[in-house]
C-alpha cells in the first residue's frame, strides 16, 4: 500500500487496528473525523476509497435489490434484508453503485456511512427492522 508524499507511514500496530476496529473507525469517518496521518483511521480511510472497497460495496448493494426482488438470499447464510425497505431504496442503490464503480473519487465520510448501513443488523437494511433506509442511503449518496 503507498501513502502519498508528506504523511507518515503507519505502524504496524496502526495498520492492524485498522483491520480490527473497522465499525469503530467507520463511526469515527462517517461523523466527519479527519484522520491524522498514518493513524489507523488514516489507514482505514485510504481502504475505504480504494477501488476494491468501493467495488464491493456496489456489489453487496445490487446484491441486497436482488435479493429483496427475488425473495432469495445469493449464496446460504445471508441475513434476509427487509424486501419493502430495499425495494423502495432501488433507485438510491443504483445511483450509489454507479457512483461508487465511477473513475471519480469518493469521499471516505460517504463511504463510511454506506458501511454502517450495510453492517447494521438492527438497521433498516435488514429483515425486521424498522427505520428509513432510503434517507440513510440518500445521505451517504450525499456524502459520497
Do not use: W
Not at 505502524?11 to 469517518?29: C, E, I, S
Not at 465520510?109 to 453492517?119: E, I, T, W
Amino acid at each position: 500500500m503507498t501513502y502519498p508524499s508528506g504523511t507518515a507511514n503507519p505502524t504496524v500496530g496502526a495498520q492492524v487496528a485498522a483491520r480490527l476496529f473497522t465499525g469503530r473507525l467507520d463511526q469515527h469517518l462517517a461523523v466527519g473525523v479527519i484522520p491524522r496521518a498514518g493513524s489507523a483511521l488514516a489507514v482505514h480511510a485510504q481502504r475505504l476509497q480504494s477501488d476494491r472497497e468501493r467495488q464491493a460495496v456496489a456489489r453487496t448493494l445490487r446484491a441486497a435489490v436482488e435479493q429483496a426482488r427475488s425473495g432469495r438470499a445469493p449464496g446460504g447464510s445471508v441475513v434476509p434484508v427487509h424486501r419493502r425497505n430495499v425495494r423502495a431504496a432501488a433507485d438510491v442503490i443504483e445511483a450509489i453503485a454507479r457512483v461508487l464503480q465511477s473513475p471519480r473519487r469518493v469521499n471516505v465520510m460517504g463511504m463510511a456511512r454506506l458501511r454502517r448501513v450495510l453492517s447494521d443488523g438492527q438497521g433498516p437494511m435488514y429483515d425486521g427492522n424498522p427505520g428509513d433506509l432510503v434517507g440513510r442511503l440518500s445521505a451517504a449518496l450525499a456524502a459520497l
